[in-house]
T-cell receptor, first 112, second 109 residues
Framework: DSGVTQTPKHLITATGQRVTLRCSPR?????VYWYQQSLDQGLQFLIQ???????AKGNILERFSAQQFPDLHSELNLSSLELGDSALYFC???????????FGSGTRLTVV | AQRVTQPEKLLSVFKGAPVELKCNYS??????LFWYVQYSRQRLQLLLR??SRESIKGFTADLNKGETSFHLKKPFAQEEDSAMYYC???????????FGGGTRLMVKP
């Protein structure tokens, strides 16, 4: 068990809707990373937070946003959902720096 | 920009055979490279990193800066090695880890 908790595990929603994915990092980890994994694109880095501040942005769409709260949990908000947003969304946390990531089990989002 | 390429989506070998999972990278800075593994129904987890130069579960990987490669090798594959393997590249700022597309390793009995 990595200590990283993601909820919900599965989510089915309709196009045009908005969803929020939640991540609780491993105890003591200050950094949270979000990744999107789709069949044809592999693991794509979305965004990273460190102790509440945004530190890096990857290929994150403008319809997506995230934040890290004072208790260090993070939320990824996806709005105006499209069929192509269907994917596995992973959260990972880290204490010692890049590369040593502890991954959650992911949230599988299906947009219908 | 940093990029990681794993040319093989699927690699199938027999038990006891040597295995090499290829990884090439593109990065203008000094690379930090990692291999992650995802066994069936388990989370993605770190297998090894180049700076530690260690062998984990019989796997080794050597960074070749001239060829910009970080191939993962094991002399004798075991059935329990069957999994999805991802090569990853960290940037110098330490805030972004870029993954390759992954290679599924199947070790047949």
């Amino acid at each position: 068990d990595s200590g990283v908790t993601q909820t919900p595990k599965h989510l089915i929603t309709a196009t045009g809707q908005r969803v929020t994915l939640r991540c609780s990092p491993r105890s003591g980890d200050l950094s949270v990373y979000w990744y999107q994994q789709s069949l044809d694109q592999g693991l794509q880095f979305l965004i990273q937070y460190y102790n509440g501040e945004e530190r890096a942005k990857g290929n994150i769409l403008e319809r997506f946003s995230a934040q890290q709260f004072p208790d260090l949990h993070s939320e990824l908000n996806l709005s105006s959902l499209e069929l192509g947003d269907s994917a596995l969304y992973f959260c990972a946390s880290s204490f010692t720096g890049i590369g040593l990531l502890n991954f959650g089990s992911g949230t599988r989002l299906t947009v219908v | 920009a940093q990029r990681v390429t794993q040319p093989e989506k699927l690699l199938s070998v027999f038990k006891g055979a040597p295995v090499e999972l290829k990884c090439n990278y593109s990065y203008s800075g000094s690379p930090e490279l990692f291999w992650y593994v995802q066994y069936s129904r388990q989370r993605l987890q770190l297998l090894l990193r180049h700076i530690s130069r260690e062998s984990i579960k019989g796997f080794t990987a050597d960074l070749n800066k001239g060829e910009t490669s970080f191939h993962l090798k094991k002399p004798f594959a075991q059935e329990e090695d069957s999994a999805m393997y991802y090569c990853a590249l960290g940037n110098n700022a330490g805030n972004m880890l870029t993954f390759g597309g992954g290679t599924r390793l199947m070790v047949k009995p």
